[in-house]
Every structure is written in structure tokens, then in C-alpha cells.
């Protein structure tokens, strides 16, 4: 019966409601049950345990980069890699404190001109203010909003960054307190200036002896935890020779025990000022996250959610914000560390969290004798991988456009730094303005039948067209910025053939068509009815056609004009021409002879 169904519908709407809501709020329920396979639980403590020996020496080394003493890196690897593996919807994806987004933290914080207290405290308070944009901005479904960021701009900034980063920690190298200017060529000319009277050779050999460590590692031993292994090397090397006690710098004392729940203290007035690096670290973060989450999904096949996991990447950062943390995101190089590692489950992120509470607790004492060379060493190796040319080569073969973008990027985000965002900004302008020049001067070809049986274009491929019929195919959506052009060239092409009859504009690849479209295609039926033409549209979209309908420019042209197949339009035009119309060049492959038409053969 009819009230039988509706009841059904209803089910069927509350269920799917349901299960919907339970991926929304509680989605780690989708892989929790995986944890009741032995093998399963067995490969993901195994992949959080090695990813932990690689995060905490990262962790301490990238909070440096942001301003702050090293152990308020541990504090944000804490309890957000397990917040975002339980809210996110990647189950390799792993969360913390990374390069690019340390580097942007002190960007943010620099101006400002706070001390280290203060510096912590505004750290924390730029996590939860990028935590509420991103918690928004999933809630509200507008993960989406990251198809602004093309990957031209990703791929000039990643590099860009790389560079910057990697150059920044040359001073620590060296053992040299780099005195900071406001551009990074600034700060980079005053270490080239100080490097002959103030490197101290005790760092500098630190310093060498990590890289190498490091690099060897990488190289023949990629199996192996080498960066913590690099770690304990040099700290032991630092104790036994007394490394302190000649002037090298090192951690020194690293509170014990787990970060407690702060909110942070700051000045009222400053918000305006972090609102705007807030929003580019939220969306960059997610960016950057998103990116290496799909690239492990297309190993695993599994089922990602951009709203998911901004709703995740949010919520970690909330947490890092409280406790005592500053903003993080999803890290290439310890996701593929964890997906190497045999990771199933978010659960590899959840005990990667667990061990860093460990040493938290117990392990503090064991880092006073870490010099801060090798924390430097570690960054510099890390960052040397984002290094990449060959995408900028293959998108100089895609379109040259992307790659133009992209070196604009490189070189603003450079030029710039530390302020790693203005490069952004211009990078996304660029983009934009790139797009709308492209989708000005959409393709217009008239074609014709082309040796294979497929309609190509006549110009192109050298065919024959008729004067009597002209068959345009266009290739793009129909808006306010192109529409003018299409109207300049149907006009035009038009006035090349006197003894026109008809016109068919084939708009398949329309998709959209605005206000300014639709009104310069009843114009230009208008025109070519007063110039004696007859106009039919042949193979629009459904929704196209409802718009026509809608607008009454379907009633305009009139049914009998507008076709959903090409070979139908021509049909009816023969039926009612005949002989009057040459439909041959739209019938038989008819190739223009080449020894005439050089200039047509040569476009």
C-alpha cells in the first residue's frame, strides 16, 4: 500500500541518516573492528612503533623550526595523533608537527616581537584559531575549497619551502646565532657575513657528522630507524667528549611528564593580526595533508572524505592548541613510514601517540645531551626529499600555463620568506587568472567528416566545408566572459561564406550556461534569422535544454531546431532543402588538395 511504502522510505531515509551521522562523528568505528585479527593489531603496533622512533626526534627538531624549545614538539605529537586518526578518515595517514607548517607558525609569530613564554602561548592560540577554521569548514561541507590550491601552486611552494627551510637551518650548523632580517636573502646575507669570524668548528663538525649519519642511513639502511639512531649517536658523542662544555648548543632539560590542558593567555588585540596566517596554515595543512592521504588511498583503495578529514584535522589541531601545542598536519614521510610499516588502522597512529607519552613520562632525561646541530641535520635531511624537478618538467609538457604558475610560486615564496603565504596567494591569483584567460577563447571549429567517419575540425585536418551549411562544434561552457567571443566568431565566420544557409552549433561540452550566455544565443538567432540563416542546436545536455525551456529560447528556436543527434539535424535539413543544401563535406571524407592549400594544411 501507499502508506506501507512511505513507511518503508522513511526507514530507508532515518537509516542511511543514521549511518551517515555515525561516520560523521564516530568514523574510527569503520576500522575499529579490524583490531579483532591478531595480524591486524600485531602490524599496526609494530607500524606505530617504528613511526614513533622516527616522529619524536622530528617532532623536537621541527618545533625548533618554529621558535619554540624542543619539547613542545612532543607535546603536539601527543594526543593529536590519535584525535586525528579516531576524527579523520584516512587509516594510514599520520599526524604531528611537520616542516612547512612549523615554518609558517614563526612567520606568523615573528612580527609580533614576543618573548619565548609568549611565544609558546600565541604557538597554541594559531592551532586553535586554524582548528576552528578547519572544524567549520568540515562541518559545512567546504573541504572542497582546497580544489583552489591547483597543483602548480603546490608543486612551486613544496619546493620553495624546501629551500627556505633547509637554508634557515644552515646557522645552526655552523653554531651561528643568525642575526634575522626581514626577508630571508636578508637573514641569509648576514650568515654568509658571519660564517668567517663566528662559526664554531665543534658545531660545524656536530653538525657535518649528523649529515653524514643521516644520509648513510637513508642510503643503505632505509629499514632502519636512522634518524633516531643518528639522534642517540650524537647525543652519546656529545656527553662522552663534552660537547656543552665547548660551547656546543643542546637541548638541555626537557620537563617531565605529560602536557596538562592550558588555554592560552594573549592580548586581545593581536587576534586581527593571526586570523589571516591562522587561515593559511588551516588551509595549507589540510592541503598538504589531503595530498598524502590520497596518495596512500590509491595504494589501499579505501574511501577518503575531505569534509572528514578537515573535521579531523580540526579537531587535532584543537587539541594541540590546549595542550600546549602549536599547529600540525598529515606528514609525508611518516605516513609512507607507516604504510611501509604494514599499517591496517588508524590504531598505528594511536600507539605512535601512546609511546611519545611514554617518553613524555620516563624518557626526558635521556635528550639533555642532544645537540641542537643534529635536530638542524634532521630537518635538512628531511625537507631535501620535497625537493622535486620533475614535476615542474611534466607540467611544462601538460600545459605551460601550470608551469609558469609554478615558477611564479618558487620564486615569490622565496622571495618572501619566511612569509611562505604571499607566495601562495599570488600562485592562487595567477591560477585564477590563468583559468578565466583560458575559458575566454574556448575551441570553435567548423568541422567536417574526416577519413575515420568522425566529424574533426576542417581547418585542422584539411576538409572540405560546404557554403550552403556550416557545422561549429564548441568546446567549453557559455558565461559572461566568453560569450562575446563566440558571438565575434560565428559572425565572422559567417561573412566568410555569402551563400550560407544554415548554421548548427554543436554544444555538447557546454555544461553551464549563465545569464549573458543564454541572452547572446537568442541574439545571435535573432541575427541570423534577419540575415536570412537558419540556426539549430544540435546535441545539448538535459539540463541545458531545461534552461532553454525555462528561459522560453527553446519556444524561440522551436523544436524542429534543436536535435540531440548531429546525423538527425542533418536529416531533417536535407528533408527540407534538398539539392539547395551541399551536406557532401559533412557526408564523405573530402580532402582539400594540398597543393593548393598550403595555407590551410600549414595552421
Request: with cysteine; net charge neutral.
Amino acid at each position: 500500500s501507499t502508506d506501507d511504502c512511505t513507511v518503508s522510505g522513511v526507514k530507508i531515509i532515518l537509516s542511511e541518516t543514521i549511518k551517515e551521522a555515525r561516520l560523521r562523528f564516530i568514523p574510527f568505528l569503520s576500522w575499529i573492528g579490524e583490531l579483532k585479527n591478531p595480524a591486524t593489531l600485531k602490524a599496526d603496533i609494530i607500524a606505530g612503533t617504528t613511526v614513533a622512533l622516527v616522529l619524536i626526534p622530528q617532532a623536537m627538531a621541527y618545533a625548533q623550526l618554529a621558535g619554540l624549545p624542543p619539547h613542545y614538539g612532543l607535546y603536539a605529537s601527543f594526543m593529536v595523533p590519535i584525535v586525528a586518526a579516531i576524527f579523520g578518515s584516512s587509516k594510514q595517514l599520520q599526524n604531528g608537527p611537520v616542516a612547512v607548517i612549523s615554518l609558517m607558525t614563526a612567520a606568523a609569530l615573528a612580527p609580533l616581537g614576543l618573548n619565548v613564554e609568549q611565544t609558546v602561548m600565541y604557538a597554541a592560540l594559531l592551532a586553535l584559531i586554524a582548528g576552528g577554521i578547519q572544524l567549520v569548514l568540515g562541518f559545512l561541507r567546504l573541504g572542497i575549497m582546497v580544489d583552489f590550491l591547483s597543483h602548480s601552486v603546490v608543486i612551486g611552494f613544496t619546493n620553495a619551502a624546501a629551500l627556505v627551510i633547509a637554508s634557515m637551518q644552515i646557522g645552526k650548523i655552523f653554531g651561528i646565532d643568525v642575526e634575522t632580517g626581514h626577508y630571508l636573502h636578508d637573514t641569509l646575507w648576514n650568515l654568509a657575513a658571519a660564517i668567517p669570524g663566528q662559526t664554531h668548528a665543534v658545531t660545524l663538525l656536530m653538525g657535518i657528522v649528523a649529515l653524514i649519519l643521516l644520509i648513510l642511513f637513508k642510503r643503505f639502511t632505509p629499514k632502519l630507524p636512522g634518524i633516531l639512531l643518528t639522534v642517540l649517536i650524537t647525543t652519546i658523542i656529545s656527553w662522552l667528549t663534552g660537547y656543552a662544555a665547548k660551547g656546543g648548543a643542546i637541548v638541555g632539560d626537557v620537563p617531565a611528564g605529560l602536557p596538562g590542558f592550558v588555554w592560552p593567555e594573549y592580548d586581545p588585540t593581536h587576534i586581527k593580526d593571526l586570523m589571516l596566517p591562522a587561515g593559511m596554515i588551516a588551509f595549507l595543512s589540510f592541503v598538504e595533508a589531503f595530498s598524502v592521504a590520497k596518495a596512500v588511498a590509491s595504494k589501499t583503495r579505501q574511501r577518503l572524505s575531505a569534509d572528514q578529514e578537515m573535521v579531523g584535522k580540526g579537531l587535532a589541531n584543537l587539541v594541540a592548541g590546549v595542550m600546549q601545542g602549536y599547529p600540525v598536519s598529515g606528514s609525508f614521510s611518516r605516513t609512507a613510514i607507516a604504510f611501509d610499516a604494514g599499517a591496517k588502522t588508524g590504531f598505528a597512529a594511536v600507539v605512535s601517540g601512546i609511546i611519545v607519552g611514554i617518553t613524555l613520562l620516563f624518557l626526558t632525561p635521556l635528550m639533555y645531551h642532544l645537540p641542537i646541530a643534529t635536530l638542524a641535520a634532521v630537518i635538512i635531511v628531511a625537507v631535501a626529499s620535497l625537493i622535486q624537478i620533475e614535476p615542474l618538467i611534466h607540467s611544462w609538457k601538460v600545459n605551460r600555463h601550470d608551469c609558469y604558475v609554478a615558477f611564479v610560486v618558487f620564486n615569490t615564496t622565496i622571495y618572501f620568506a619566511p612569509h611562505l603565504e604571499k607566495g601562495v596567494y599570488i600562485g592562487i591569483a595567477i591560477s585564477l587568472a590563468f583559468y578565466i584567460y583560458r575559458t575566454m577563447r574556448p575551441h570553435l571549429a567548423e568541422v567536417s567528416k574526416d577519413k575515420d567517419g568522425t566529424y574533426r575540425d576542417a581547418h585542422l585536418f584539411g576538409l572540405h566545408t560546404s557554403d550552403s551549411l556550416a557545422l561549429f562544434r564548441y568546446d567549453g561552457d557559455l558565461y559572461f566572459v566568453n560569450a562575446g567571443y563566440l558571438e565575434k566568431r560565428l559572425v565572422n565566420a559567417v561573412a566568410d561564406k555569402p551563400g550560407l544557409k544554415v548554421v548548427i552549433l554543436d554544444i555538447e561540452a557546454v555544461d553551464q550556461i549563465d545569464t549573458t550566455g543564454e541572452e547572446m544565443l537568442t541574439h545571435i538567432s535573432e541575427w541570423f534569422k534577419e540575415a536570412g540563416i537558419e540556426f539549430y542546436i544540435t546535441r545539448p545536455k538535459f539540463k541545458v535544454v531545461e534552461l532553454f525551456k525555462r528561459t522560453g529560447l527553446y519556444d524561440k528556436l522551436g523544436e524542429d531546431h534543436i536535435f540531440s543527434r548531429r546525423r538527425d539535424a542533418l536529416a531533417s535539413i536535407e528533408h527540407k532543402y534538398g539539392d539547395l543544401i551541399d551536406l557532401e563535406p559533412l557526408r564523405n571524407y573530402l580532402p582539400v588538395d594540398k597543393e593548393n592549400s598550403s595555407g590551410i594544411i600549414s595552421v
